[in-house]
């Protein structure tokens, strides 16, 4: 029985070599891809994949909040992050959502087979290259100090990204159909959760925790 395969990532480029790599690999299919974490919920409601590879930061809704809401309104889906990040921040973000599986983007192609085989098996997989050291610390350093994010509602964590991706309180006030003075409630109740009082301390903050990167 053939793997089908959803394929979510911002970069056309990346999309098109990851889709090349999966057609070399018996019993999986490509059935369809997608820019944003939005696009790939339509599409895996349309198609109806057994996986989704999912970019981790994606611009509009990324890989991690696509991930929750895959959760919930597709839970037949297996989902594998696949990222240039390493840090145990954002595997952990990923896993915690409800990803099965994270795998770097520079890893051999033997290992994204790999781990597609053992993610559909229901296995959580990981990439050789992370320390399930450092990954065990992290747990214990959130166990003991909380993680500030699970407090924030979803419509805050969208805003939240959609604010470090250099949306002014308009922009975000049109994609979201808000009016600019929700948007600038939940901007200061975002400051208030987190103890972060300004702009540049925001998108600090969501890079760090993986809503976002540097490069977006």
């Given at each position: 029985m053939n793997i089908r395969v959803l394929l979510a990532d911002d970069h056309a480029l990346v999309r098109s070599g990851i889709h090349s790599l999966l057609r070399t690999m018996p019993g999986i299919q490509v059935v369809a891809e997608a820019a944003d974490g939005a696009a790939a919920l339509m599409e895996?409601?349309?198609?109806?994949?057994?996986?989704?590879?999912?970019?981790?930061?994606?611009?509009?809704m990324n890989g991690i909040e696509a991930v929750r809401h895959f959760r919930a309104r597709c839970p037949a889906v297996r989902l594998l992050m696949l990222?240039?990040?390493?840090?145990?921040?954002?595997?952990?973000?990923?896993?915690?959502?409800?990803?099965?599986?994270?795998?770097?983007?520079?890893?051999?192609?033997?290992?994204?087979?790999?781990?597609?085989?053992?993610?559909?098996?229901?296995q959580r997989y990981l990439d050789s290259f992370l320390s399930p050291q450092a990954l065990e610390q992290y747990m214990r350093r959130v166990a003991e100090k909380g993680s500030n994010i699970e407090i924030l509602t979803p419509r805050?964590?969208?805003?939240?990204?959609?604010?470090a991706e250099g949306?002014?309180?308009?922009e975000i006030a049109y994609r979201l159909n808000l009016s600019g003075k929700t948007v600038e409630t939940h901007r200061a109740?975002?400051?208030?959760?987190?103890?972060?009082h300004d702009v540049p301390g925001l998108v600090r903050y969501a890079i760090r925790i993986g809503l976002t990167t540097a490069e977006k």
């Open positions: 895996a409601e349309t198609h109806k994949p057994d996986l989704a590879i999912l970019d981790i930061a994606m611009k509009g990222s240039m990040y390493s840090s145990e921040e954002y595997v952990m973000q990923a896993l915690n959502a409800g990803a099965s599986g994270y795998l770097l983007k520079d890893s051999a192609s033997h290992e994204l087979e790999k781990a597609i085989r053992q993610v559909m098996q229901g805050q964590r969208q805003i939240l990204q959609l604010i949306d002014n309180t308009k109740q975002l400051m208030d959760r987190l103890d972060i």
